[in-house]
């Protein structure tokens, strides 16, 4: 019997699969409406679908009770063939970045669906949430659609169409895979969606098949028993092996791979509104997941988390515009001396704790060997390469913070942690590669480095500062650390300083303001209230969002480009990073000792550089 490590390591291995196959589907659904045209691709997708269940059909059976066959009517002709009208017409005239955001509203969908026909009811948080994600899809459609598709509006229309089709067929579908089990349905639905497909066909039909180009092929065979049946098949296997959360968060990856598809695939460009309302869009999909089974107390801690996360994703970008005008001397004393000063008043009017020698020490080396060794490096780092880049190689902060509990604690590594190190380190060697190039004119492969090794010292002070948080309050700990690592940037305050400083605009102090008090002091302080009414693993999902906050605001603030090197080595450190957090723990076993697959990571609530 293979252990549960092994499980698990398969059941991530299925749901990043299913994601990619998902988040590259868009791309390719847009390609061969384009190839063959959204009216004979309403024949040969379905036909060629239902022809696969055919074969199926012996092994699956076809029994549907009499009292049963309008649901399955139902899930069939609207939920099955509506969503391959609305994906089919709506990516012929969207892009598939674009079309593939909107779809990012389903589980809003299928909540509002599910609430309408009483076997769910919707609560305040999915009507926020709603409200969020339909003002995202608003701003995306207005303004200048020029590189959107030949008729956005119509095609976004469409998508948003299927998306409400698809919602039929998974609430209408449930009892049906309850009774008869996934394979029957999925097989009787596909095959039944077929007939009114039959609506579509034409004569000329046969020769647009035969015209077809490799590429064509390629994309309805992925469409078909590639992203339809064996996605449906691996996807289920990783809902039974992994946390709800786990498999929910994984879904906001999809429109991000989407816009990725279009761009490399078709060629597609993408502009800032895309994005910028993506990120709207995810943000409702987020407060209507996370929201249902928060109270206002709940409420109000998510969105402290929510401001927490937001603003240590835009430390690099804020150090980025400040490194542009300044040395990384000066920037170093304006960011920790202040935060220092402003750390021990605080530490002052909390009550400092009696510490004892060891604890002092401890305390000590965090702040100066761990924090203040993580901003040199980091500092000179962030010198050389975009904030973009900074913010993804951050992300490996997680997995060096368990490393070092490995080295220091002699804890033992398990499998899973070893797959997700390995894939996350890949994604560094593919940045390193990307750095090393030549091809790109704003990065250096030593600021890569350095940067890499400042997340070891921030993991060495996570290692040290730990248990003294434990016992005395991490929020007092914090600030004496932190008083700690400000102290030696005094001697970076010379005359050359003093005259970069005179040099500054107010929009470089509004950064200097940002990365000294909002988000070292502030952002810990709202990290703290949040966890108190959320839990870590919860809390620890939001985590994920900083690398992409860095990338994005690197983008849009700073102008930086966006390139294939940082693509996938980010997708793969932040893919490695979610893969490292289960530690080879069962999910019975977490349940039982209450083991967050976070807690390693979440040592950050000490204090966030």
Not at 40 to 57: E, G, K, N, Q, T
Not at 82 to 92: H, M, N, R, V
Not at 132 to 159: C, E, H, N, Q, R
Request: contains cysteine; glycine residues 10%; aromatic residues 12%.
């Amino acid at each position: 019997m293979l252990d549960m490590t092994h499980m698990h390591i398969k059941a991530l291995i299925a749901l990043i699969f299913t994601v990619t196959l998902w988040g590259f589907a868009p791309a390719l659904v847009r390609g061969f409406s384009l190839a063959a045209g959204p009216w004979d691709s309403m024949f040969i997708r379905p036909v060629s679908v239902a022809l696969i269940c055919l074969a199926m059909l012996p092994f699956s059976g076809w029994f549907i009770a009499r009292k049963d066959w309008w649901r399955i009517l139902l899930v069939s002709w609207v939920g099955i063939f509506g969503y391959f009208a609305g994906s089919i017409f709506g990516f012929a005239w969207i892009g598939a970045g674009p079309g593939g955001v909107l779809m990012a509203t389903q589980p809003l969908m299928i909540a509002v669906m599910a609430s309408a026909f009483g076997a769910e009811r919707l609560g305040a948080a999915t009507l926020i949430g709603f409200g969020l994600a339909f003002a995202g899809t608003l701003y995306m459609i207005s303004g200048d659609l020029k590189l959107t598709g030949t008729y956005p509006l119509w095609g976004a229309a469409y998508v948003v169409g299927g998306c409400i089709a698809f919602s039929v067929n998974v609430v209408f579908s449930r009892p049906l895979v309850q009774t008869y089990g996934p394979l029957r349905v999925t097989v009787m639905s596909m095959l039944l969606s077929a007939i009114p497909a039959l609506m579509f066909y034409r004569g000329e039909v046969w020769g647009i098949v035969a015209n077809l180009d490799a590429r064509a092929w390629a994309s309805l065979f992925y469409l078909g028993p590639i992203g339809t049946i064996l996605a449906v098949i691996t996807w289920n296997y990783a809902v039974g092996l992994l946390r709800p959360s786990t498999i929910g968060g994984s879904l906001y990856v999809i429109p991000i791979l989407s816009i990725l598809g279009g761009w490399l695939l078709l060629g597609e460009p993408f502009s800032t509104q895309t994005i910028i309302a993506g990120l709207i869009i995810l943000a409702g999909v987020a407060i209507a997941e996370y929201g249902k089974t928060l109270n206002l107390q709940g409420a109000s801690g998510m969105l402290a988390v929510t401001f927490a996360v937001a603003a240590w994703g835009t430390i690099p970008v804020a150090m980025r515009y400040l490194l542009l005008e300044v040395s990384p001397e000066t920037a170093m004393f304006l960011r920790l001396y202040i935060a220092g000063i402003v750390a021990a008043l605080v530490a002052v009017w909390i009550g400092a704790p009696r510490l004892s020698r060891n604890e002092w020490l401890r305390v000590a080396a965090a702040g100066i060997l761990g924090a203040l060794g993580y901003q040199v490096f980091a500092t000179y780092g962030m010198k050389l390469i975009p904030a973009s880049w900074t913010g993804m190689i951050f992300g490996l902060e997680p997995i060096f913070i368990a490393w070092m509990a490995t080295v220091l604690l002699r804890e033992s590594m398990s499998r899973t942690f070893i797959f997700g190190l390995a894939l996350a380190v890949l994604g560094t060697a593919v940045l390193v590669l990307g750095s090393a190039s030549g091809s790109l004119a704003d990065v250096n492969a030593l600021g890569v480095v350095l940067v890499t090794i400042s997340t070891l010292g921030w993991a060495i002070y996570t290692t040290l500062i730990r248990p003294v948080a434990i016992v005395h309050g991490g929020v007092v700990i914090a600030c004496l650390s932190l008083a700690f690592t400000a102290l030696p940037t005094a001697i970076f305050f010379t005359p050359k300083a003093f005259g970069e400083m005179h040099t500054l605009s107010p929009w470089h102090w509004l950064a200097v303001l940002h990365v000294s008090i909002i988000a070292t002091v502030l952002a810990t302080s709202a990290w703290n209230v949040g966890l108190k009414s959320m839990s870590n693993s919860k809390a620890g999902m939001f985590l994920y969002a900083q690398p992409v906050i860095a990338a994005v605001g690197g983008i849009l603030l700073l102008g930086e480009s966006l390139s294939i090197w940082l693509i996938g080595g980010g997708l793969l450190i932040i893919a490695g990073v979610a893969v490292s957090q289960y530690n080879g723990y069962t999910e019975e076993k977490r349940d039982e000792f209450e083991i967050d697959p976070y807690a390693d990571e979440n040592d950050r609530l000490d204090y966030q550089p």
